[in-house]
């Protein structure tokens, strides 16, 4: 069985900083395509950073120069560390790995910017 599970999201100041985590069990993460995607309220879900099997990594423009997506084969575990947080970052953040027609997703972790 499947399992993708989010932690590490919280309230946090404008200009702050948070690390949010993606544990998997029963896949492999450096096999897949692992994504981080975003929804805030009344908006539809949005990529925010994917990280490709072969080490490849895409950022949304809105989130370029201040998040980060690592991946820690070790741990089988895949991080989005996001630096110089904006109230407009508020959202519920999900995990993602995808591969071929295979599609897998986390039950999300919300993060809130606000003072």
């Known amino acids: 069985q499947v399992q993708l599970v989010e932690s590490g999201g919280g309230l946090v100041q404008p200009g702050g900083s948070l690390r949010v985590s993606c544990a998997a069990s029963?896949?492999?993460?450096?096999?897949?395509?692992m994504g981080w995607h975003r929804q805030a309220p009344g908006k539809q879900r949005e990529l925010v950073a994917h990280?490709?099997?072969?080490?490849?990594?895409n950022y949304a423009d809105s989130v370029k120069g201040r998040f980060t997506i690592s991946r820690d084969n070790a741990k089988n575990t895949v991080y989005l560390q996001m630096d110089s947080l904006k109230p407009e970052d508020t959202a519920a953040y999900y995990c993602?790995?995808?591969?071929?027609?295979?599609?897998?997703w986390g039950q999300g972790t919300q993060v809130t910017v606000s003072s």
């Open positions: 993602r790995a995808d591969r071929y027609l295979v599609d897998y």
């Open positions: 029963g896949i492999t993460v450096s096999l897949y395509r």
């Open positions: 990280i490709t099997s072969t080490g490849s990594i």
